[in-house]
């Protein structure tokens, strides 16, 4: 057998997507070509049965071929991007604080991907949440405690595992103090080194003694660690810090290289390079050429093949390192047979109930009005449907006077997403506060700030279709 071209071997570090919810041809040749997998995600994605079909087409050009999705159930998922996961997500996981819980919640989102021919799962995000207004993470994290992020990052992980799915666990060396998207900055965590060890590595170094066979960097700047290099592009971060320090064997994934805080004044192609010399195994090249009707996604995955085969001609990579990524990916893609179909658990649900809190009394809200702020979701998050039916939906500019001419006599239930760090979400719950009584359900990361006059405050620790049940029922009683 001959050895492995420099276009076969760069090909294996691939990790791209593409728009649709059937492989185009192109896309099938590069799997049989070599190329390493798919991510998937929700524009690719239009149920259970077809996403099994979409991966059998993969399948059937090479047994091997990974195939991943970002599944965190909560906010962020993919396979239920339509309707919201029955799931609820680590910011809730975590506040009910039940390990053997977060175990067998993650390992039902395992058990429906094996089912419909997932074998990566880009999850559990274990970023340590120390910042209220962090864009990024929030209810994606479980917590703002690094030894309660470490406990259920090691559940989530044998939870996944124990379906067949690989787990990866994210985003290192710890996305949670940041107060900008790595989607759209270069976001910076200026911490120390002893707080790095004692606030962000503790769930990662959790998670790979819990056996994780993947891990995902970060497109963050740590200046003690990284110095003026994001995290993905740094060797101390990843050669130093995760494999020689923390002792992880397992495949590096590379964050979305599209995304501005790799490539933003770079490009793809080049962001790949740097990634695959500084120590990543497998590089995703996302979100943004799967949304419906984007084009250039071959020509991405081209352009960064010759990127990738150039830099080694040129002595910028050596052969041995991309020969080291490809069989990383190589040990991480093994075959996985189709699970059983997954019945429906109620799992979801009771999670949700025990993971809502409650401050104040809440009155009788059988009549209330009930109004959803339409806050932005993240770039991680897309456009998953959240809130409750019937709710009016608000958005700027907001008017309190004709809430409260809707209202008339009764409460008001304001459903609002990271209230306290949205300035126009903020300004008009305080305003309708000191004229009106006022409910505010809290479905983003409950932060420290509290509206003056409330009569209640409900934090639901996220908007998944599950947290959303468990509040309805909490109003109708």
Request: charged share 20%; hydrophobic share 45%.
């Amino acid at each position: 057998m001959s050895a492995p071209t420099d276009r076969e071997l760069a090909l294996r570090t691939l990790l791209p997507a593409f728009p649709g919810t059937v492989a185009p041809d192109w896309a099938r040749r590069l799997v049989a070509e070599g190329l390493g997998g798919y991510a998937l995600f929700g524009g690719n994605v239009v149920d259970h049965a077809q996403v099994a079909e979409l991966t059998a087409s993969l399948r059937a050009e090479r047994p091997d071929v990974i195939v991943a999705i970002d599944e965190e159930g909560g906010d962020v998922t993919r396979l239920c991007y339509a309707t919201g996961s029955p799931y609820p997500g680590n910011a809730a996981l975590g506040a009910v604080d039940d390990v053997d819980l977060t175990r067998a919640i993650y390992g039902l989102i395992g058990t429906e991907l094996a089912a419909v021919g997932v074998t990566l799962d880009m999850a559990p995000a274990v970023d340590v949440n120390s910042t209220d207004d962090n864009p990024a993470i929030g209810t994606r994290s479980f917590s703002a405690d690094p030894q309660r992020v470490a406990a259920h990052a090691m559940a989530a992980v044998a939870g996944l595992q124990e379906a067949g799915v690989a787990a990866c666990a994210k985003h290192f060396p710890g996305h949670g103090a940041t107060e900008l998207d790595s989607h759209l900055d270069l976001p910076l965590v200026d911490a120390t080194e002893e707080l790095l060890w004692r606030r962000e590595l503790p769930p990662f170094q959790a998670a790979v003694a819990a056996g994780v066979r993947a891990v995902m960097t970060a497109h963050i700047r740590v200046p003690v660690l990284t110095g003026e290099l994001p995290a993905t592009f740094s060797p101390e971060a990843l050669i130093g810090l995760l494999r020689k320090e923390l002792g992880f064997g397992g495949t590096i994934i590379s964050d979305g290289l599209e995304m501005r805080g790799a490539s933003g004044t770079i490009g793809v192609p080049e962001a790949a390079v740097r990634a695959l010399i500084a120590g990543n195994d497998l590089l995703c090249v996302g979100g943004e050429y799967a949304k419906p009707g984007a084009v250039g996604a071959e020509e991405i995955v081209e352009a960064t093949v010759a990127a990738i085969v150039d830099a080694v001609r040129s002595g910028r990579l050596t052969p041995e390192r991309l020969a080291e990524a490809a069989a990383r990916n190589a040990l991480l893609a093994m075959p996985r047979t189709q699970g059983a179909p997954v019945s429906t658990s109620d799992l979801g649900l009771a999670a949700a109930r025990r993971a809502l809190r409650v401050e104040g009394a809440l009155p009788s809200l059988a009549d209330a009005l009930v109004v959803r702020l339409d806050s932005p979701s993240s770039a991680a998050v897309g456009e998953v449907p959240w809130g409750l039916p019937g709710a009016i939906e608000l958005r700027p500019p907001l008017s309190v006077e004709s809430v409260l001419a809707q209202a008339g006599p009764r409460p008001v239930v304001v459903l609002s997403r990271d209230t306290h760090r949205v300035g126009w979400s903020r300004d008009f719950v305080e305003a309708l506060g000191r004229r009106h009584p006022v409910v505010l359900v809290e479905m983003g990361w409950p932060a420290a700030w509290r509206p003056a006059g409330l009569l209640a405050y409900v934090a639901t620790h996220g908007a998944s279709r599950a947290s959303s049940r468990a509040l309805a029922e909490l109003l109708a009683a």
